[in-house]
């Protein structure tokens, strides 16, 4: 190649706001909206969806809400077994323990 050739190409590659790569980089995905779970009627599958709460700890929420009447507040999540206070700051804002709204 030439010096011009050469100089033509540079030209480009500075001039060319976005490359493909740099293009496909600043599409960032769109998160989907994370489900809210209410304690007091959630399955242990939809519970076990919540980041950090496996499939026997969903169960063990469950468990002690059948035992012990329905949650109160979202933050009685922490009694169950295998949910401390950072797991319980994870999911806090998944959770709800609001009655349904009931039609009319």
Known sequence: MNRSAL????ALV???PWSAEAQRASKAPVAAPAEVINLNTGTAAQIASLPG????TAELVVQYREKNGPYKKIEEIM???GIGEKSFLRI????TVAQPKSEK
């Open 79 to 81: 009694n169950v077994r």
């Open 53 to 56: 709460i496996g499939l026997k």
């Open 92 to 95: 806090k804002d998944r959770l």
């Open 7 to 10: 100089a033509l190409v540079a």
């Open 14 to 16: 500075c001039f060319t």
